[in-house]
Nanobody, 126 residues
């Protein structure tokens, strides 16, 4: 069956960095757009960053511009989120998600993604 397993979360001080990784199995990874979402207490789940199946197209939410980057390795079935200059408001559970896409496009709506990981907690302290 399809599995998405996130790793790399943890506790970090404001201004620090973390790298989240997501290992996918049970699917043809190169045919899926991938997304990183986060869910903070009292807020809706939001798309932080997404990347098309080839990696050529990306989307990010404004609040992470210049601080986060996404990458994928279709040979290793992994997608990563490098998070720099972390802020307290980045504290959330981060999820990796896969969206089967016939084209090299990406989407940000949570309901359009087919598979989800279990999530990894990121806590940024002041």
């Amino acid at each position: 069956q399809v599995q998405l397993v996130e790793s790399g979360g943890g506790l970090v001080q404001a201004g620090g960095s973390l790298r989240l990784s997501c290992a996918a199995s049970g699917l043809t990874f190169s045919t899926y757009a991938m997304g990183w979402f986060r869910h903070a207490p009292g807020k809706e789940r939001e798309c932080v960053f997404s990347i098309s199946r080839s990696g050529r197209n990306t989307y990010y939410t404004d609040s992470v511009k210049g601080r986060f980057t996404i990458s994928r390795d279709n040979a290793k079935n992994t997608v990563s989120l490098q998070m720099n200059s972390l802020k307290r408001e980045d504290t959330a559970v981060y999820y990796c998600a896969a969206d089967h896409s016939p084209f090299d496009t990406l989407r940000i709506r949570t309901d359009l993604y087919d598979y989800w990981g279990q999530g990894t907690q990121v806590t940024v302290s002041s």
